[in-house]
């Protein structure tokens, strides 16, 4: 079989907001700009919400703004987070992250 396979960056983001909202204590995802924001209030949600996809160095990065549950740990959650999508990114899409950061921006009661 000869070819190529290309994955987007917003592919990629979907495939890692999936992953995170896996997380027991991660309520959602946060708006990562001003653009995103708006099209929550506007009712267009997607699964790459929250998610920010870098470049360091020729590798991939990524930032994920996140809102975890009232009483939980959030360095717990964080470390589960990085864990789960370091996983899922090189055994679905076959890329090693060469960052993962975790932003909790919100606290909220489930």
Same mark, same amino acid.
């Given at each position: 079989?000869?070819?190529? &396979?290309? *994955? ?10 999936? !992953?995170?909202?896996?997380? %027991?204590?991660? #309520?959602?995802?946060? %708006? ?15 699964? !790459?919400?929250?998610?920010? *996809? ?8 990524? @930032?994920?703004? &996140? ?5 939980? !740990? &959030? %360095?717990?959650?964080?470390?589960? *987070?990085? @864990?789960? #999508? ?8 076959? *890329?090693?992250? !060469? ?7 919100? #606290?909220?009661?489930?």
């Amino acid at each position: 079989m000869t070819g190529s &396979i290309q *994955i987007t960056e917003a592919a990629l983001a979907s495939l890692i907001g999936l !992953s995170a909202h896996e997380i %027991p204590g991660v #309520v959602g995802m946060a %708006p990562a700009n001003l653009k995103e924001g708006i099209s929550r209030v506007l009712g267009r949600a997607n699964a !790459s919400d929250g998610v920010v *996809i870098g470049r360091e160095g020729g590798r991939y990065t990524a @930032d994920l703004y &996140i809102v975890a549950a009232y009483g939980v !740990s &959030i %360095p717990t959650v964080a470390q589960n *987070i990085v @864990d789960r #999508v370091t996983h899922t990114v090189k055994t679905q899409a076959g *890329i090693e992250l !060469s960052a993962t950061r975790i932003h909790a921006v919100g #606290v909220q009661r489930v």
